[in-house]
């Protein structure tokens, strides 16, 4: 074993190996550069075109941004803030991360104002976020919403239709008794951070018919539901891939979405290789939900790669970006 450590010693001391691995790390120091200085910094809009569940709703456009991770308000935020203004979406909804800790809430201060939609800003908890921290007060003292297991009713063209915000630790079940206290034939949007909640709710969720929701509850307050993992049980086998439609590029679909997720949590993996994706997710079910369009039947999970990073500062082939789904 002395023997080996000392051969590969003495081999690491070769000049010509160290200059072999000086040669190979050089093209690397471009991608690194790249990675931390620019493509953090290079948001693009990915533009989701799906069937609305009743003519009345054909036209609403919502934004979906997610994993903020708010230190500083730098100029990715600001971009990102234009690029919403530019797209004028009728509301805007946020899948958690907004900051990291407390210490984001000042730069969310400054950040929110910069959002503005017709029907109101949506936020829901992810698992950096501080709802007892104040983070709530701080999105409702600039008029918008932080839904905790909370769900509101917003109008459009006359039809209600739903936004329900899970906290993190939500379980599917927990989502789906929520749900079921909704009207059965609205339009609903689930703000959900982490998208390991797609098994239990894409299963239960059924085709409905899209009549228009018209009762004049503006609001339910739900309970929060106990918390669990939502991962396999040991020794399970995991559950398989879902299809995913596209990750990365725009896209139209015919079938009438019911119960529209939003999620974010997986960051896209932040650092992608080509023709693989992701080295790796903060996700407990790894690339399963890696970023892109999760549809089942009526159900439809989007997953975004988020605005901000988490860990370190880089991304690479894993552009931060803003979505827009447009119900035709
Ligand atoms: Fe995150």
């Known amino acids: 074993m002395i023997f080996q450590k000392r051969i590969l010693y003495k081999a690491l001391a070769s000049p010509i190996l160290s200059r072999l691995l000086k040669l190979l790390a050089l ?4 991608i690194s550069l790249y990675a931390a200085f620019i493509e953090p910094y290079r948001l693009r809009v990915r533009r989701i075109r799906v069937k609305a569940l009743c003519e009345e709703l054909r036209g609403l456009k919502l934004a979906h941004i997610s994993d903020l991770h708010l230190n500083a308000l730098d100029r990715r935020y600001r971009r990102a803030a234009a690029l919403l203004r530019s797209l004028s979406p009728d509301l805007i909804c946020i899948t958690g991360d907004s900051i990291n800790s407390a210490d984001g809430l000042g730069p969310l201060h400054e950040f929110l104002p910069m959002l503005r939609a017709p029907l109101g800003v949506f936020a829901s908890c992810g698992n950096h976020d501080s709802p007892l921290l104040g983070e709530k007060e701080v999105f409702e003292a600039h008029g918008h919403h932080f839904l905790v297991d909370e769900a509101r009713a917003v109008e459009f063209h006359g ?7 899970l906290h993190f630790l939500t379980t599917a079940s927990g989502a789906l008794e929520m749900l079921a206290r909704l009207p059965e034939d609205a339009f609903r949007i689930v703000l959900a ?16 018919s899209g009549c ?13 539901r106990p918390v669990s993992s939502g991962s396999s049980a040991p020794g399970e086998s995991p559950a398989p891939r879902p299809h995913c439609l596209t990750s990365r590029s725009d896209c139209s679909l015919d079938s009438p979405v019911s119960t529209l997720v939003l999620s974010g949590h997986t960051h896209g993996g932040q650092i992608c290789l080509p023709f693989y994706g992701a080295v790796l997710t903060a996700s407990r079910t790894g690339k399963r939900f890696e970023s892109g369009l999760f549809p089942a039947g009526s159900f439809l999970m989007n997953v975004t790669t988020g605005v901000g990073t988490f860990f370190f500062d880089a991304r690479f082939l894993c552009r931060p970006e803003v979505c827009l789904i447009e119900l035709i």
């Open 27 to 30: 093209p690397l120091l471009p």
């Open 159 to 165: 039809v209600k239709f739903w936004v329900l915000g």
């Open 212 to 224: 228009p929701y018209t009762a004049s509850a503006p609001c339910l307050d739900l309970d929060p």
């Open 193 to 208: 951070h982490n998208p390991d909640i797609y098994d239990g709710l894409s299963a239960a969720v059924s085709v409905r």
